[in-house]
């Protein structure tokens, strides 16, 4: 064997690891192990490089500034960040599946949120190896999905929002004087019926949704078009966001973000300047209008109240900014 066979030899022995660790984590699929033998080494390359050579290890670049200096407009994404929808677009996703005959489908293992549906379709008919019916694509499966969606919001008594949204919208839009923008991936249907249901729309002065643009998230276009309309600089927008294509559009568009993290997705594949990790909107306002100087301050008194002391009081937590 020459050193190239011998390379590709070695090479395929690493995605079979690979491929037996994935198959461990999901169902089997015969579809994905040729996937994983063929893509594993790549990913472990790129982990290698990322974590280890470039020493990139903590959370996305975090910025630690005056937080709202400078900012004149909020962008919001909808989904998993002002209203927790995700695993109601899991159960949609299952119910059109078993609408069509493809039966109980595995969606928990390939589900991303802020992924578009008809990407989202693909994956799963990939993963699940199932056909489409007749006359029937994954445009069709998306519409579908999203009615279930939409009809889910119009029956419904009461539907929650994130914990604290409501409050901190009034913040930013009454006392710092922001201008405040729904920008989701959703339908223009969904993302009104949404607002309608919560009575929030009279926050907002401008909802975009994914109807009302040739490429969604990660594409930035959505952002700079919003921006564009409310007549702010990228730079002057700070976008609350969830999702992994929602980051990676706001950090092409040249925006700071903050996550709102409820899912078990790794801070470190979280991209561009972010200020902060956040379960939800509770004393998000109290946080952001802190100084950078004030934050530091309280960091430090902190740290020397657990130093004097074998063990912080109960009472006492860590900020969550880092």
Do not use: C
Request: hydrophobic residues 40%; proline residues 4%.
């Amino acid at each position: 064997m020459n050193v190239l066979q011998i390379l590709l030899v070695v090479y395929l022995f690493i995605g079979v690891i690979y491929a037996g660790y994935v198959l461990t984590q999901r169902s089997f699929s015969i579809f994905m192990l040729p996937i994983n033998i063929i893509g594993g080494p790549i990913l472990a390359i790129h982990y290698l490089i990322k974590y280890y050579l470039k020493k990139d290890r903590g959370p996305a670049n975090i910025r630690h500034k005056d937080i709202l200096k400078g900012k004149k407009a909020a962008f919001f994404d909808l989904d998993g960040t002002v209203w927790d929808s995700d695993l109601l677009w899991i159960e949609a996703l299952e119910k059109v599946a078993r609408e069509n005959g493809f039966g109980e489908i595995d969606v928990r293992s390939t589900y991303l949120p802020g992924t578009e549906l008809i990407k989202t379709w693909k994956v799963l008919q990939a993963y699940n190896e199932f056909k489409l019916p007749a006359k029937k694509d994954h445009r069709v499966l998306a519409t579908e999905t999203e009615t279930k969606i939409l009809n889910h919001i119009n029956n419904s008594e009461h539907v929650d929002l994130i914990e604290g949204f409501l409050s901190f919208a009034i913040f930013l839009k009454e006392d710092k004087g922001l201008k405040l923008a729904l920008v989701t991936n959703s339908g223009k249907e969904i993302a009104e019926a949404l607002v309608q249901k919560t009575m929030v729309a009279y926050l907002f002065d401008l909802i975009l949704t994914g109807s009302d643009v040739a490429k969604k998230k990660p594409s930035p276009r959505i952002f700079l078009k919003a921006a564009g309309k409310l007549r702010a600089s990228p730079k002057n927008v700070l976008v609350f966001e969830d999702s992994l294509s929602g980051s990676k559009a706001a950090e092409k568009a040249g925006m700071d973000q903050i996550i709102i993290w409820r899912t078990d997705i790794p801070q470190v594949e979280y991209h561009g300047n972010i200020y902060g990790f956040y379960p939800d909107f509770e004393d998000l306002d109290k946080i952001i209008s802190t100084t950078h100087r004030e934050r530091a301050l309280e960091g430090v008194t902190l740290l020397h109240k657990i130093q004097g002391n074998t063990e912080p009081a109960e009472n006492e937590q860590p900020s969550q900014e880092m």
